[in-house]
């Protein structure tokens, strides 16, 4: 084809959404409405997570770029949207336009992506609490927010390229409120079937992946939850990702409702309206529906605008968690939950790490206590909680070994001891490790031996309790 014909047009008309004169005001005001809830939410968002300590964790880092993705996308559209509506200039250059696809395109992906980063996160949070802090360390983060938008923008310079290379001799008209890609489709002259062809690559290549992943990543997350055995440990690790996937649910809802039906149904009206949902409604309710779902955004929004709400809610909600820390205990239960639990009521709080570190020393069972009492234990909070994890199972582990070389061989006769009053020898290894005569060491007990350096076993001093020659199942020398 030649040059000269493949763009016969400098600039497009674009119809807006109606042509009523009467509802041009009252469309001007609900967008302007629209945008400057974005702007401001999104902002504050920003901001907060900016400006509070407490959210400089991977999933507010993760909001954050989402932030600006959503405030960048709505700038993209609806400024010139309330020019057309208000001044009825619907003109847009040929250059402009096609920049403005670009952009659109490029937001819209990198979303995608962003998305795919905060499920993963999430799930390294609730599957693999214990390695958490190392999984999501700085640097994976800004590995995979930096992937999103260079990877993101990938798609739009094939997909824009394709498009400057259409011509469009027979109208300019796009009856559309933005230059979309659809609509650009269907009024060009020429063959769009490359253009079709790099469309269809990058959403099986790229974005189908991407959903898919997001989507495996909260299978494994809700399968997670529900082996929680408590239900305030569901309800809890249920809140950690329910603002992300109440998102996650109308952003892709409103995306394949747009773009994955058979072109025979595809309808102008029909395709506004989605398109007005997905371009400017859904950004509104990010920050919204983050705010409202999510303990930490309300505390630091409230802190960052300085409401006197937070001197209240402070007083009644710092009790409360404050108390259940305290009180809570690790039991029968393994130590991946109670860690999480003891994580969740911990971010509620603004204590110390010092306070945070001996009241999780204390919340252990006993055994977990008794041999940590003979390590060096490390100050720092997530690495503690790492090595109370090896140690719990390795306890475990052990425990069941021992019964496995105890437990009775059911072939042959079993000797008789009905005349003896000594116990069976494996009837004490599986207890708690005391001296035959003498009762479980209370708390009080336990604290007085530890912090004097005394045997947890027998008292006495020079060794620990891995080392008591009179402890049952210890090697004598």
């Not at 570190?357 to 100050?379: N, T």
């Amino acid at each position: 084809m030649d040059v000269e014909n493949m763009t016969m047009v400098e600039e497009f008309i674009i119809l807006g959404l109606s042509d009523n004169p009467q509802l041009q005001v009252p469309l001007f005001l609900v967008f302007l409405l629209i945008y400057l809830i974005t702007l401001l939410g999104n902002l504050v968002i920003i901001a907060s997570t900016c400006g509070d300590p407490h959210l400089h964790t991977p999933m507010y880092f993760f909001l954050s770029n989402l932030s600006i993705i959503d405030i960048c996308g709505t700038s993209n559209i609806i400024p010139k949207l309330l020019g057309i509506v208000i001044s009825r200039e619907k003109t847009i250059s040929y250059a402009g336009c096609i920049a403005q696809l670009y952009f659109y395109i490029g937001f819209g992906c990198t979303s995608d992506f962003l998305f795919t980063a905060m499920a993963f996160d999430r799930y390294a949070a609730v599957c693999h609490p214990l390695r958490y802090s190392l999984i999501m360390n700085q640097r994976v983060c800004v590995l995979l927010a930096a992937a999103s938008w260079i990877i993101g923008f990938l798609p739009s310079e094939m997909i824009t390229s394709s498009v400057t290379r259409l011509s469009f001799c027979a109208t300019n008209v796009i009856n559309h409120f933005f230059c979309d890609l659809l609509p650009l489709l269907k009024l060009s002259c020429s063959d769009t079937t490359i253009t079709q062809t790099i469309l269809f690559v990058v959403v099986a290549l790229m974005e189908m992946p991407a959903f898919f992943l997001t989507f495996i990543s909260y299978i494994f997350i809700i399968s997670a939850i529900l082996r929680i055995r408590s239900a305030e440990g569901k309800r809890k690790a249920f809140n950690t990702c329910s603002s992300h996937l109440t998102v996650y649910f109308i952003y892709y809802l409103s995306l394949f409702c747009m773009y994955l039906r058979p072109s025979s149904t595809y309808s102008q009206e029909q395709g506004k309206f989605l398109s007005v949902f997905y371009t400017s409604v859904t950004p509104m309710l990010n920050p919204i529906i983050y705010s409202l779902r999510n303990k930490e955004v309300k505390n630091a929004l409230r802190k960052f605008m300085g409401s006197r709400l937070q001197v209240f809610d402070e007083a009644a909600r710092k009790p409360k968690a404050a108390s259940e820390l305290l009180q809570l205990r690790q039991g029968n239960r393994p130590l991946a939950e109670h860690a999480m639990e003891f994580q969740t009521l911990a971010a509620e709080l603004k204590w110390g790490s010092d306070s945070l570190h001996s009241i999780f020393l204390e919340s252990l069972s006993p055994r977990l206590q008794d041999e940590l009492a003979v390590r060096d234990l490390l100050d720092d909070l997530n690495e503690l909680i790492d090595l109370a994890g090896r140690v719990d199972r390795r306890i475990q582990r052990r425990f069941r070994e021992r019964r496995a070389v105890h437990r009775p061989a059911v072939s042959g006769p079993a000797p008789s001891h009905q005349g003896s009053s000594q116990p069976a020898s494996s009837g004490t290894q599986d207890v708690e490790p005391i001296q035959v005569g003498r009762g479980p060491l209370s708390q009080q007990e336990r604290r007085r031996r530890r912090s004097l350096g005394l045997c947890l076993y027998c008292g006495g001093r020079g060794h620990f309790l891995a080392q008591c020659s009179e402890r049952p199942g210890n090697a004598q020398t």
